[in-house]
C-alpha cells in the first residue's frame, strides 16, 4: 500500500461482528450490574450505541441476549477439547480461569447470580449455556451414563463455584487453588471414570 492509497473499509461481516461485540459488551456490564430482571433490550441498545431492533435482529430477545452473553464470558474451547483423561482437569482450570481473574469475575459472578434467582436466567444458563457443553463433555466421557457422569461434574464445579464465590464458605473461600486442586481431581477423575480410583 502506498502513502496515497486509503485502508479498504471493513466488510459487512466484519462490521456486523464489530457491533456484536459492542452489543454483548453492553450487556454483560448490565446484566452484571443490574441483573437479568431489571435489564432490558432497550437500556441495553442505548449504551451500545444502536438501535433496539439490531439488538432483536441479532440476538432474537433478552433470554437470546443473556444466554450469548454468559457464553462469552468463559471459555470453552478448551474443556470442549478435552480427552475423558484430561476432563477433570480441564473443568478445575475452566471454573478458576473465570472466577480468578479480577477483569472476568465479577460479571460471571453476577451472571451466576442471575440464574440462581431468575427463573427465566436460569432456563437459559441451564439449557442454553451448561447444557450444550454437557453434551460435549458427555461426548468424551462415553459409556451409558455419560450424561449422568457429565451433569455430576458439572455439579460438583458448580458447587464450588457457589462455595467460593459467592457464598464465600471461609474454609473454601480462604483455600489456595492448589489444595482445591489436590481434593477435587481425584473425586473428579473417579466421576469422570470409575475405574481411575480402583
Given at each position: 500500500m502506498t502513502g496515497t492509497e486509503k485502508p479498504k473499509p471493513p466488510s459487512r461481516k466484519e462490521r456486523r461482528r464489530d457491533t456484536e461485540?459492542?452489543?454483548?459488551?453492553?450487556?454483560?456490564?448490565?446484566?452484571?450490574r443490574q441483573g437479568f430482571q431489571s435489564t432490558t433490550i432497550r437500556a441495553v441498545a442505548r449504551a451500545a450505541g444502536v438501535d433496539p431492533s439490531l439488538v432483536m435482529q441479532y440476538f432474537g430477545n433478552k433470554e437470546g441476549l443473556f444466554a450469548a452473553a454468559?457464553?462469552?464470558?468463559?471459555?470453552?474451547?478448551?474443556?470442549?477439547?478435552a480427552t475423558r483423561a484430561q476432563l477433570p482437569r480441564r473443568a478445575l482450570e475452566h471454573l478458576f480461569a473465570d472466577f480468578?481473574?479480577?477483569?472476568?469475575?465479577?460479571?460471571?459472578?453476577?451472571?451466576l447470580r442471575s440464574c440462581l434467582t431468575h427463573p427465566g436466567a436460569q432456563e437459559v444458563v441451564r439449557d442454553l449455556v451448561m447444557g450444550e457443553s454437557q453434551t460435549i463433555v458427555a461426548s468424551a466421557i462415553g459409556g451409558d451414563d455419560a450424561q449422568l457422569r457429565a451433569g455430576v461434574l458439572n455439579a460438583c464445579t458448580l458447587g464450588l463455584t457457589i462455595a467460593r464465590y459467592l457464598l464465600r464458605m471461609p474454609a473454601v473461600a480462604q483455600?489456595?487453588?492448589?489444595?482445591?486442586?489436590?481434593?477435587?481431581?481425584?473425586a473428579l477423575r473417579t466421576i469422570v471414570d470409575p475405574s481411575s480410583g480402583s
Open positions: 461485540s459492542v452489543i454483548l459488551t453492553a450487556a454483560r456490564e448490565l446484566f452484571a454468559a457464553r462469552s464470558t468463559v471459555d470453552n474451547d478448551a474443556l470442549l477439547r480468578e481473574d479480577p477483569d472476568r469475575r465479577e460479571s460471571a459472578a453476577a451472571l483455600a489456595d487453588r492448589e489444595e482445591l486442586e489436590r481434593i477435587m481431581l481425584p
